[in-house]
């Protein structure tokens, strides 16, 4: 069986309870930005798959932009399926620095085989200057 994708969003907050309950708070698809390089101060994404179960996967995950040329984050990811074959991922972020405004996405790959991938908007937004009485 490959993996398939339950869903894979960013949201701000997301934890996994004792007994196995994924919770998810705030989710969201779009960045907005006042500064020249746009910062993620603080978010999660969150993949829920489903795949062979007690099976090791050596899977990657890259944050790049819509060409694919530009990466902003990278790293591996290896997981195993529980027994029902549910693979939940939470990856946190912290003062995530993106290299300019546009699509990011947000690719799970299995070798070079794409699994799974959940799109983020950077947007610029102009600070309003205050009124003037």
Known sequence: MDIQTRFILFCDYA???SDGKLSIIGEFDHLMSTFDRPVLNKGFLVASLIATPKKEF??????VDDSGK???FNRPL?????EDGKLNIILGFENLVFNGF?????????????????KLHVLEVKQQKPAQA
């Open 102 to 118: 546009g699509l990011y996405k947000a690719v799970i790959l299995d070798g070079k085989v794409k699994v799974t991938e959940a």
């Open 58 to 63: 050596n899977l990657a995950l890259q944050l």
């Open 70 to 72: 530009n990466e902003v």
């Open 15 to 17: 934890l996994i309870s």
């Open 78 to 82: 290896n997981v195993t399926s529980g």
